[in-house]
Nanobody, 120 residues
Framework: QVQLVESGGGLVQPGGSLRLSCASSRNIFSIYAMGWYRQAPGKQRELVAV???????NYADSVKGRFTISRDNAKNTVYLHMNSLKPEDTAVYYC??????????????WGQGTQVTVSS
């Protein structure tokens, strides 16, 4: 079992920046894909960004060019750098660790979430 702890959320004005952090209890980045998801009130949880075990990254169209996912293997920490924030980025952001072993066996761990509010 992997424990994930997010931090870094808060209130920011439109156009501002925030950096979210996700600390893992274990050194898992070589075998787990790490992702950031978000869930706004009344909406489904959606994928924001993911970094694969090999280091490749993917982003939701809505955040491309504004958000960057990265990781520090020595610190067992994944980051989400968010720039040019918009009110529609307001949501609870969750860190996820996912490992697909076979088509019928998959491991998933979630953090507790951190609130990001973009408002003037």
């Amino acid at each position: 079992q992997v424990q994930l702890v997010e931090s870094g959320g808060g209130l920011v004005q439109p156009g501002g920046s925030l950096r979210l952090s996700c600390a893992s209890s274990r050194n898992i980045f070589s075998i787990y894909a790490m992702g950031w998801y978000r869930q706004a009130p009344g909406k489904q949880r959606e994928l924001v960004a993911v970094i694969a075990s090999g280091g490749s990254t993917n982003y939701a169209d809505s955040v491309k060019g504004r958000f960057t996912i990265s990781r520090d293997n020595a610190k067992n920490t994944v980051y989400l750098h968010m720039n040019s924030l918009k009110p529609e980025d307001t949501a609870v952001y969750y860190c996820n660790a996912r490992r697909v072993v076979t088509t019928s066996l998959e491991y998933n761990s979630w953090g507790q979430g951190t609130q990001v509010t973009v408002s003037s």
